[in-house]
């Protein structure tokens, strides 16, 4: 147990000297930050990352197929530009693709805790073939993809009527 504690207020230093570091250079390295983390941090599986990326690439990907002009690469950063500062439609796919998406998947923690998404039970439940497939990565891409280039066709085409002046 001592030697727990002892660990304990190492780390402690450790932390402390890396948040230091931190503040003088602006910045850490990752192998820095997982040089003091504890290796069942570290080393284990991450998920549920994959969801909303999927949604948000569905979105990306609708949006260049549709698209038939480049970006204003100007306007990108105007908020009173073609593009606005807020589009709605890509928020809302993006949060209505991650929603049914986590309800898809499955995660493993440890035996005392594995998360069963809300609708697992529409592809067989948690002892079902599918419970581990992690579809709702899938489903996400789907929703944002799908979702984007029914709805999105109308906002790119008011986008596109104005001439690029990328200069």
């Known amino acids: 147990m001592a030697?727990?504690?002892m660990d304990t207020h190492e780390q402690q230093s450790e932390i402390k000297q890396l948040i230091t570091k931190g503040k003088e250079q602006g910045f850490l390295t990752y192998a820095e930050v997982n040089d003091i983390l504890p290796d069942d941090i570290v080393d284990r599986e991450k998920h549920g990352f994959g969801v909303p990326i999927a949604a948000w690439a569905g979105i990306?990907?609708?949006?260049t197929i549709i698209r038939k002009q480049g970006y204003a690469e100007k306007e990108l950063y105007d908020s009173k530009g073609r593009y606005g500062s807020w589009r709605w439609l890509p928020l809302a796919l993006f949060a209505i693709g991650s929603v049914?998406?986590?309800g898809f998947v499955s995660v493993y923690f440890s035996d005392a805790f594995t998360y069963y998404g809300y609708f697992i039970g529409a592809v067989g439940g948690p002892d079902g073939g599918w419970a581990f497939a992690?579809?709702?990565v899938l489903f996400s891409l789907v929703v944002g993809f799908l979702g984007y280039l029914i709805f999105g066709r109308a906002a790119v085409k008011k986008q596109e009527s104005t001439p690029l002046d990328n200069d």
């Open 3 to 5: 030697s727990n504690i």
């Open 60 to 63: 990306f990907l609708a949006d």
């Open 100 to 102: 049914i998406g986590w």
């Open 134 to 136: 992690n579809l709702g």
